[in-house]
Nanobody, 124 residues
């Protein structure tokens, strides 16, 4: 099993920045892709960004492209997502997720492990 714990959420003003962290523990060798998803009230959980644990390959959703950077620190078993120029529509609960499949993916349904989520609220 793999446990994922997010941190770094909070309240930020429009145009501000925030960095979320995801600490992985347990059988982390089983995880090949780490991703960030978000879910706003009344909406489906959507993809934000993903990174390959081994190669460092990254992918971003169009909605955050250019404003978001995902990175990893293998020694700390931690994945980060930096969000810049935040907008009110970025308000959501942000979830860290891990996938056991060695094939890189951004599909929500492919991810096997999920954190509890971190609230990000962007005030206008």
């Amino acid at each position: 099993q793999v446990q994922l714990v997010e941190s770094g959420g909070g309240l930020v003003q429009t145009g501000g920045s925030l960095r979320l962290s995801c600490l992985a523990s347990g059988r982390t060798s089983q995880v090949y892709t780490l991703g960030w998803f978000r879910q706003a009230p009344g909406k489906d959980r959507e993809f934000v960004a993903a990174i390959s644990w081994n190669s460092g390959r990254t992918e971003y959703a169009d909605s955050v492209q250019g404003r978001c950077t995902i990175s990893r620190d293998n020694a700390k078993n931690t994945v980060y997502v930096q969000l810049n120029n935040l907008k009110p529509e970025d308000t959501a609960v942000y979830y860290c997720a891990g996938d056991r499949n060695y094939l890189f993916t951004t599909s929500r349904d492919d991810f096997d492990y999920w954190g509890q989520g971190a609230q990000v609220t962007v005030s206008s």
